[in-house]
């Protein structure tokens, strides 16, 4: 790759390490950040999987794991999804990203951008007073009720081949960053604590090898000021890679190995996915999550028919983490995203003023030549402004 196109990457990927290093050496122990809700997985199809998804960012959750794959959108899409937790915790997210009507930053090709919507429930608690007659007062609160909105862009900037070592490698790459807002309340808080954060993202792929790199980070930002107490975001740096090739058919079958590091709180998880396509319909899934509390296997299934997508996971670990969650997702391929060109405007010429009469007395006076050079042509001279 020449060095043109590696001095760029290779200093934004050290600015990212360089911002790391300070949240990595104050880091506390696991579960120490505020908004723990925004480590869960918000996609089935990645959840199946157990989570290694940065390096596949294929569909509309790209926002959740790396902000770059949202490039990969050519037609609008959206989804919805429901994941019912321990106890009567709950969470929903809705999600929807398109292509935009102009060419990226890099000129390559359409840049899509996304927003989504996550709203997370942690049950409720229940509160008894005694009141000084006797009667007991019994009321529930809200334990716990987390926000997060979410504006992402994407877009290819790199597509070329490289010679590396006497393969010519097709090389694509993506880049993309979210803005995010968060608010969470505790206990019905009249003034709940809310702040601002990012996440940026890099996919780079072959695909004539089925090859792809991701990398994202999540989560930079400021924290949760509760009370006079000020709690971090679980900040997550993503590493991961993927390789997906055709089996016979309409099969395909796809493997994700993922490192996931918090770097707030010195904890990391290793995650592994598989993904069988059967016939462009059915997918099973199954993942292995390690290295964290929520360790163990994770499944799923999807049923595709037509632009309507329905996917399922569910952990198989210890009993607090298996939540299970479903969503249902659908692509307009029936929208054409046209590429917005602007129109020029024309300003019609005006009428020539005519000359005014000379007197009959006088003589015309002759041009000063009678005739043009032969061989020479007229000039035209109509003329229009553009502007």
Known sequence: MTDRLNA?????????????????????????????????????????????????????YSLD???????????PEASAMHLAGFDDSSLQHFSFGMPLPFLGMAGLQKP?????????????????????????????????????????????????????EGYNARIEQYLGMNVKYIRSVLLEDKQPPSTFA???????????????????????????????????????ARLGLSYQRPTVMDQSLLLAAE?????????????????YHFEQVFNLRLGYRGGEDNRGFTTGIGVHYGDMALDVAMGLGSEVYNASQVSFSYKFSGVTIKEYRRKMKFREPEAPKAAPARKASKPARKPAREAEPAGEKK?????FWIY
Do not use: C, H
């Open 198 to 236: 990012v996440d940026a993202g890099w996919l780079v792929m072959e695909p004539n090898l089925g090859l792809s790199f991701g990398a994202s980070l999540a989560n930079l930002g400021g924290g949760l000021k509760y009370g006079s107490e000020v709690t971090r975001l679980p900040t997550i």
């Open 8 to 60: 760029p990457l290779l200093r934004l990927v050290l600015a990212a390490l360089a911002a790391l290093l300070p949240a990595a050496a104050l880091a506390g122990g696991p579960g120490s950040t505020g908004m723990q809700v925004l480590k869960t997985d918000m996609s089935p199809r990645a959840a199946g999987m157990g989570g290694a998804f940065a390096a596949v960012a294929d569909d509309i």
């Open 112 to 164: 899509a951008a996304g927003v989504s919507l996550m709203m997370a429930s942690a049950g409720t608690l229940p509160y008894k007073l005694i009141m000084p007659d006797g009667s007991v007062l019994s009321k529930s609160y809200d334990a716990q009720k987390d926000l997060a909105l979410t504006f992402g862009y994407g877009e290819k900037v790199y597509a070329g081949d490289v010679n590396l």
């Open 379 to 383: 000039k035209d001279s109509d003329f």
């Open 259 to 275: 490192a996931d590091i918090y770097t707030a709180e010195a904890l990391k998880s290793l995650r592994f996915g598989l993904e």
């Open 65 to 75: 794991y790396n902000p770059a794959g949202l490039g990969q959108l050519y037609i």
